[in-house]
């Protein structure tokens, strides 16, 4: 057996999968919004104990953990830099042998998105097809490709289609430039927005029903719930996101040629196929190709995939 750790904005997500690469434990945990690299490094380790515990086995009796992180993620040496939407982390960390010498196994680092593409690809949605784009829309909007039936990394940055442009001098992105798919449809990105609009008196229930779930960002099961409560300014960014994402990945399936676009992460997996409908619509307006567009599907895996993604890293 082996573990998984997907590590986001929002939360902490382990698994512990067989030879099958089936799930026989689970846990998932809030991210840490204070504390930096240490204190979520912690909460990595606890999590995995949990699901271990639930797959009644010891974390140092697994093959190995794979984790897949955003930010800057160095395989080779086991840190990662520079993750903008976790909390003080900025600086390299060595995060595979703090977890590892916790663990009491081998931890192996990929990026987020591209182990979560890899386990759509493998077993999920995208077995099918031997081109694909993973787009994961959650705290941010990552993207993962897999060409010729293989993961593309390019330089190492291949993939970051949340800072395609679709709207020159637009909304400021939380990386620093303006005019971003992510700063449009980014959950953090979102709530900034929303709170701005509150300030500026707009009326909104989404930062109540944040405090009756007793949660400090807005979540994906907050913005679901706002729009089933009918809330104006929640279906307003949502519709905008939505604009924003269709058009990005128009624009990326323009360049690319890609058989299928599959849309994973927190929102795209909690909103689930009536969003990706209304995607794959304001899709259409903006390819070039139009008809033959490619399958545009919800992540099979669903919220498990980035961490079943991540125990794909060890590999017998």
């Not at 995060?95 to 987020?112: C, E, H, P, R, S």
């Not at 994906?220 to 960014?237: C, H, Q, T, V, Y």
């Amino acid at each position: 057996m082996k573990g998984g750790v997907d590590l986001g904005g929002t939360k902490i997500q382990t698994v512990i999968v067989d030879d099958r690469n089936e799930v026989v434990g689970q846990a998932r945990r809030p991210t840490p919004t204070k504390g930096g690299p240490e204190a979520i490094t912690a909460a990595i380790a606890d999590s995995l104990r949990e699901a271990a515990e639930a797959a009644k086995v010891a974390t140092g009796e697994l093959a190995g953990v794979g984790m897949g992180s955003p930010g800057d993620v160095d395989g080779r040496k086991g840190t990662v830099a520079n993750a903008g939407n976790l909390s003080e982390w900025k600086e390299p960390s060595p995060v595979a042998k703090t977890l590892g010498d916790a663990l009491g196994t081998k931890v192996k680092l990929g990026n987020d998105v591209n182990v979560a593409t890899t386990a759509e690809f493998e077993l999920g949605v995208g077995r099918d097809h031997k081109s694909l784009l993973g787009v994961f829309w959650g705290t941010g909007v990552g993207g993962g490709l897999i060409l010729n039936s293989r993961i593309w990394l390019g330089r190492g940055a291949a993939g970051e289609i949340g800072h395609v442009v679709v709207k020159r001098g637009g909304a400021k992105c939380p990386c620093g430039r303006k005019g971003c798919m992510e700063a449009y449809a980014g959950r953090a990105a979102m709530e900034a927005e929303a709170r701005r609009r509150v300030e500026k008196g707009e009326k909104t229930k989404l930062f109540e029903l944040m405090e009756q779930r007793g949660r400090e960002r807005l979540t994906s099961g907050i913005w679901a719930r706002a729009l089933r409560n009918g809330d104006d300014m929640a279906e307003k960014l949502i519709d905008r996101a939505v604009k924003a994402l269709g058009c990005g990945i128009a624009s990326s399936v323009n360049l690319l040629d890609v058989e299928a676009v599959v849309i994973g992460g927190g929102l795209g997996v909690r909103f689930g196929e009536t969003y990706a409908k209304r995607i794959k619509k304001e899709m259409m307006p903006h390819l070039f190709v139009d008809d033959r567009p490619p399958t545009v599907a919800v992540a099979s895996l669903g919220d498990l995939g980035g961490a079943i993604g991540a125990a794909l890293l060890i590999r017998p």
